[in-house]
């Protein structure tokens, strides 16, 4: 099973990357986020045109998370299911055939001293809640998507320089952490524990996937029993090299399942 991550920063302006992206890898699960489009808008013929199935919650302009798969995904569900709308374009789940998929775009923060950052701190509980409540250690889970925290030192190029942004600010690290304590793996750093690995290439960063100056903050983590089973995981750093890409590359996970 191969599944993948990727933050498009509008679907629509990157569908001609995605669907080139999903011809020439063929993955059974890709995860989008910030597709920046409301429901009735959403480019779904192109995709079910290539042989996938989609599911998506979005609205206009903002956020937005969609699941595509090649075998019809079960139980989809969106948001934290508490009765909070505004969630609902952040967190989409959905079982595809033995696999739990949860797709998230968690909140940026904005400063540290902005009411969205103690949200994206609160989101991160809430996540954590939703975990706890919905699944066990034993059940194979992956959780993906752009979680907007660079976790350790090694996820951002220079760490010493990034102590109070929002996405390495060590509140949302720890939160991000407490989540994390469920019992989820990173298993793209199973197979990549050296420095360099970045998802995330600010645009205002004058050639900066060239001059290694990114960001890790998507992931794809694992119950322990699923992490046994991953094969191989990497970043496909192509996309973000092409003419009017995403700020985000895909990342990619394999499983012997």
């Given amino acids: 099973m191969k599944v993948a991550t990727f933050n498009a920063n509008s679907i629509r302006s990157r569908l001609d990357i995605i669907l080139a992206w999903l011809d020439r890898h063929q993955p059974d699960v890709l995860g989008i ?10 480019p779904r013929a192109p995709f079910i045109d290539a042989g996938y199935y989609v599911e998506y919650r979005g609205q206009k302009s903002y956020n937005g998370v969609a699941i595509i798969t090649r075998e019809q995904a079960q139980k989809v569900d969106a948001g934290f299911g508490d009765g909070a709308m505004d969630d609902v374009p952040r967190l989409l789940r959905a079982k595809v055939g033995d696999v739990h998929i949860v797709n998230t775009y968690v909140p940026q923060g904005r400063e540290i001293e902005h009411e969205m950052y103690s949200y994206k701190c609160r989101w ?7 975990f706890d409540n919905n699944f066990s250690i034993d059940d194979p889970v992956v959780w993906l998507g752009d979680m907007n925290v660079a976790h350790d030192p090694i996820d951002v190029h220079c760490p010493e320089k990034r102590k109070n942004h929002v996405c390495y600010h060590v509140a949302a690290r720890e939160a991000f952490t407490q989540c994390r304590e469920w019992g989820f793996v990173d298993v793209f750093r199973r197979h990549h524990p050296e420095p360099g690995q970045f998802t995330f290439f600010d645009y205002r960063t004058v050639d ?3 001059s290694g100056k990114g960001w890790r903050i998507d992931y794809i ?3 322990p029993g699923l992490a046994e089973q991953c094969t191989d995981s990497y970043i496909d750093i192509e996309p ?4 009017k890409p995403s700020d985000h590359t895909f990342l990619v996970a394999e499983f012997d399942i």
């Fill in 124 to 130: 991160f509980g809430r996540l954590r809640a939703y």
């Fill in 221 to 223: 983590l694992t119950n």
């Fill in 240 to 243: 973000r090299l092409q003419v």
């Fill in 208 to 210: 900066a996937v060239r």
């Fill in 33 to 42: 986020q910030e597709t920046k489009v409301a429901d009735d808008a959403f």
